[in-house]
Nanobody, 120 residues
Framework: QVQLMESGGGLVQAGGSLRLSCAAS????????MAWYRQAPGKQRDLVAT????????VVDFVKGRFTISRDNVMKNTVFLQMNSLKPEDTAVYYC?????????????WGQGTQVTVSS
């Protein structure tokens, strides 16, 4: 079972930036599509950004122009989420996961996530 570990969260003021990292272990030599999700207190876990196994990216509308997903050039199952112009409503626990081939379902074991707190 592939396991995920997220890092890089913290407390930042509105307008600031953070860069999150996610490493997948137990992947053998396969390069997976991957995604970032977030979950605010009392809310469901929402998809934020995706990256295909060949590097095509997509972000959801509410972070478009502010967040960027990327993949490490060497450790292919390590992905990043660059978050700029952060807003208080971006406060959440951020998770990553590997995705199935059609990028519709997360298929790894969820990690602990990394907390992002944006103060106003």
């Amino acid at each position: 079972q592939v396991q995920l570990m997220e890092s890089g969260g913290g407390l930042v003021q509105a307008g600031g930036s953070l860069r999150l990292s996610c490493a997948a272990s137990g992947t053998t030599n396969r390069i997976y599509p991957m995604a970032w999700y977030r979950q605010a207190p009392g809310k469901q876990r929402d998809l934020v950004a995706t990256i295909t196994n060949d590097g095509r990216t997509n972000v959801v509308d509410f972070v478009k122009g502010r967040f960027t997903i990327s993949r490490d050039n060497v450790m292919k199952n390590t992905v990043f989420l660059q978050m700029n112009s952060l807003k208080p409503e971006d406060t959440a626990v951020y998770y990553c996961n590997i995705m199935n081939t059609f990028m519709t379902i997360p298929i790894g074991s969820w990690g602990q996530g990394t907390q992002v707190t944006v103060s106003s």
